[in-house]
């Protein structure tokens, strides 16, 4: 089984700057949820795609978007980059949306740097 | 909205010995989950346990257990006999039952001392 992956592993932008991060989900996944985590807090929920349909969005602008794939993998681009954009984006993927016992499996991650 | 608050943003323990981290949380909801994560500095976020709200039995995996105090909104993680590989940044996280949206704390840097 393999389990989520995500591209690049680090990567700097400057600020102004488009970027795109890739999540593979782990086989069998078809819910993919992003999240941004700055230096020393929480993760927050950016969005989560639901069988190629976005499924709930949190409190991150337009500039934020976000696709999947008929494979489940997915894409989280974000426009005109700023520097409080710099964080940690984590890819998180599950089994279904309503399971009683679901569990997200997280990807490592992708350090992005704005500049 | 909901919130998790963790109040310890550091702990240490000794090797072998019992840590308890806090997390409280705010909810209008009756039913919801609540579950610890574990990121190590690889940086993965791993699960540690989870409790569903409707259970009244405290979770248990191994050395990990929880403490859940529904009325109180209270989940804390209680780790025994501490392993130096335990060191890590804990995060407790809410999540309600429609859905899977992850609402997490600040989170908690454990040290465990050899």
């Known amino acids: 089984e393999t389990g989520v992956t995500q591209s690049p592993t680090h990567l700097i932008k400057t600020r102004g700057q488009q970027v795109t991060l890739r999540c593979s989900s782990q086989s069998g996944h078809n819910t993919v949820s992003w999240y941004q985590q700055a230096l020393g807090q929480g993760p927050q929920f950016i969005f989560q795609y639901y069988r190629e349909e976005e499924n709930g969005r949190g409190n991150f602008p337009p500039r934020f978007s976000g696709l999947q794939f008929p494979n489940y993998s997915s894409e989280l681009n974000v426009n005109a980059l700023e520097l409080d954009d710099s964080a940690l984006y984590l890819c998180a993927s599950s089994l279904s949306l309503n399971s009683l016992q679901e569990t997200q499996y997280f990807g490592p991650g992708t350090r992005l740097l704005v500049l | 909205a909901q919130t998790v608050t963790q109040s310890q943003p550091e702990m240490s323990v000794q090797e072998a010995e019992t840590v308890t981290l806090s997390c409280t949380y705010d909810?209008?909801?009756?039913?919801?989950?609540l579950f610890w994560y574990k990121q190590p500095p690889s940086r993965q976020m791993i699960l540690v346990i989870r409790?569903?709200?409707?259970?009244?039995q405290n979770a248990t995996e191994n050395r990990f257990s929880v403490n859940f105090q529904k009325a109180a909104k209270s989940f804390s993680l209680k780790i025994s006999d501490s392993q130096l590989g335990d060191a890590a940044m804990y995060f407790c996280?809410?999540?309600?039952?429609?859905?899977?949206?992850?609402?997490f704390g600040e989170g908690t840097q454990l040290t465990v001392n050899p």
């Open positions: 409790q569903e709200a409707y259970k009244q």
């Open positions: 996280a809410y999540r309600e039952t429609s859905g899977s949206r992850l609402t």
């Open positions: 909810t209008s909801e009756s039913d919801y989950y």
